[in-house]
Antibody
Framework: EVQLLESGGGLVQPGGSLRLSCAASGFTFSSYAMSWVRQAPGKGLEWVSTISGSGGSTYYADSVKGRFTISRDNSKNTLYLQMNTLRAEDTAVYYC?????????????WGQGTLVTVSS | EIVLTQSPGTLSLSPGERATLSCRASQSVSSSYLAWYQHKPGQAPRLLIYGASSRATGIPDRFSGSGSGTDFTLTISRLEPEDFAVYYC??????????FGQGTRLEI
């Protein structure tokens, strides 16, 4: 059974940093692209970032480029999102998601999400 | 960036009825790289359709997707009580960047 378990969310002040983790199990982690998708309160889904299975390719939404860094440790079956220079508009539930087809950019399994609140 | 516009914003129907949800792209979505998701409060989103018309694993056949280019449709042939949720379309073609529509709320 595929499981994705996010952790690391919490309350942080504007300008602060946070690192999210997503522990994966139930599939060959290194074979799949992984992504982060967020949902701000009362809003829709917003793609944040994607990383290839090997970790050699990364992609970011313009809204987070230069501030967020996606990475993975295939030996630990874990996905990360390092978030720096956080802004109020980064407040959201952050989901990690597993790539489905060969594009890796549609998502068949999602975690339950971790809430990040950026506020003073 | 490809912008996806979903309509209607809210759709009010009853169990047993047919639902038709629309997703229009600001430019052509290459190779029909268009997906649909169902999202219920407090739950993880669920992939329904990918490649514009292919059902994901385990998705009932009352869900179907169609369209190409800039106009796409999700149809739920006979609504079940568990189908009432928010539905999002997503494009993932061409550029590595991914965009979602703003969602359609399907309510009783």
């Amino acid at each position: 059974e595929v499981q994705l378990l996010e952790s690391g969310g919490g309350l942080v002040q504007p300008g602060g940093s946070l690192r999210l983790s997503c522990a994966a199990s139930g599939f060959t982690f290194s074979s799949y692209a992984m992504s982060w998708v967020r949902q701000a309160p009362g809003k829709g889904l917003e793609w944040v970032s994607t990383i290839s299975g090997s970790g050699g390719s990364t992609y970011y939404a313009d809204s987070v480029k230069g501030r967020f860094t996606i990475s993975r440790d295939n030996s630990k079956n874990t996905l990360y999102l390092q978030m720096n220079t956080l802004r109020a508009e980064d407040t959201a539930v952050y989901y990690c998601a597993k790539g489905y087809d060969s594009s890796g950019r549609n998502f068949d399994f999602w975690g339950q999400g971790t809430l990040v609140t950026v506020s003073s | 960036e490809i912008v996806l516009t979903q309509s209607p914003g809210t759709l009010s129907l009853s169990p047993g009825e047919r639902a038709t949800l629309s997703c229009r792209a600001s430019q052509s979505v290459s190779s029909s790289y268009l997906a649909w998701y169902q999202h219920k409060p407090g739950q993880a989103p669920r992939l329904l359709i990918y490649g514009a018309s292919s059902r994901a694993t385990g998705i009932p056949d009352r869900f179907s997707g169609s369209g190409s280019g800039t106009d796409f449709t999700l149809t739920i042939s006979r609504l079940e009580p568990e189908d009432f949720a928010v539905y999002y379309c997503q494009q993932y073609g061409g550029s590595p960047r991914v965009t979602f529509g703003q969602g359609t709320r399907l309510e009783i």
